[in-house]
């Protein structure tokens, strides 16, 4: 029996319940916890957690976060736990902080948004300004947050979305589908109103915690995009920053896109990795995305749009409401084995690499201008 895939829990309180534990057998980990004020599927109360490994005042730190799209936190929770049996050495001056569920109500629900249904990864925007403005995503919404959804119309939505993306092209229709929109509170990757409670807790843990880094190398762990059971890592960087090119000289191929210069070029806006950027506006940031790709896109969406129909329009109790629910969950939690193995293992070996490369930037401790 392969025990390495026991970092995989059934659920958001066992995860946490093993983790909270492991690292406190393990040495050298200090825990925080920061509660939520909503009770979780089973009325277990639901934290963000946070885990620092390493001296205080490292000037070098890697942080790992988990669940900021709550059900796909299945995946980062088995990183985290996997990197702590590991026990990896830390390079002098060198921290670890792992924020375990920025989204746990939706890990605990399992919901890819939060208590409001909103995608903390599209919360991260100014609201002072006013939203930003997703035109294109009133075409699609009918079809995303239907309010009837009999058996078998999941079909047809999909089928009228693929028409869509041939007739709108791939990245309109990517950035009406996948944007983020500030209107419709029931449709899918609503940006919300205002900072969410998940936002404003870990903007607290990054400005308490991360207050002495000079250099942050950040992974935020996602599921659900890109080719099955490969782990993807993207960035947002402008060709002339440093870390563009310091990224893929440590990791290869990574993809890279590069800052939308204005608001009609923003295809994806308000990610928790640009928060953390502003947040720690002193110290020089290296935000990437660990994204582990399960199904085809389409099947990911549609399992999507029947657990937004299901959450706004349908009976969750109900033998459909756990059928949905536990599609939601197969789409970005595989049970498959060697996916969760090729997971495990990317994320080793990733996390392992980035302890290497940060100890490599001792001389560059000043933030390249
Ligand atoms: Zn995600």
Known sequence: MDLSLNHFSRDYRAAR???????GEAAGWSHQAHRHPLPGLDGEPIFVDTFWRGPAEASRVLVITAGTHGVEGFCGSALQSQFVADAPSLPDDTAVLMIHAVNP?????IRRVNEDNVDINRNFVDFGDGPPENTAY????????PAELPDGRIKAIMDDLMK???????????????????????????????PAWSRRTVETIW?????????????????????????TLMMAADPEEPHHALAQEWFGDMMVTPRPKTREETIL????????ERTMSEAWVIPMTLEYGTEPPEAVLAAMIEENWLVH???????????????????????????????????????SDALTKLATLERRLDKPQ
Do not use: C
Request: aromatic content about 10%.
């Open 105 to 109: 109500y939706g890990y605990s629900h």
């Open 207 to 231: 400005n308490t915690m991360l207050a002495k880094a000079g250099i942050i190398v950040q992974f935020d762990v996602h599921t659900g995009l890109g080719p099955n059971a490969v782990g």
């Open 138 to 145: 009133s075409d699609v919404e009918p079809l995303l947050n």
């Open 269 to 276: 806006g308000g990610y928790l990795n640009g928060g953390l």
């Open 17 to 23: 319940n093993g983790l909270v534990a492991a690292a």
């Open 164 to 194: 869509l993306n041939e007739t709108m092209g791939f990245l309109q229709f990517f950035k009406a589908v996948s944007g983020g929109q500030y209107e419709f509170s029931r449709g899918v990757q609503f940006g919300g109103s205002e």
């Open 313 to 351: 329009h349908g009976d969750i109790e109900s033998p459909r409401g756990q059928a949905i629910k536990a599609r939601l969950r197969e789409v970005f939690l595989p049970a498959d084995d060697e996916w969760r193995r090729a997971i495990l293992a990317r994320g080793r070996q990733v996390f």
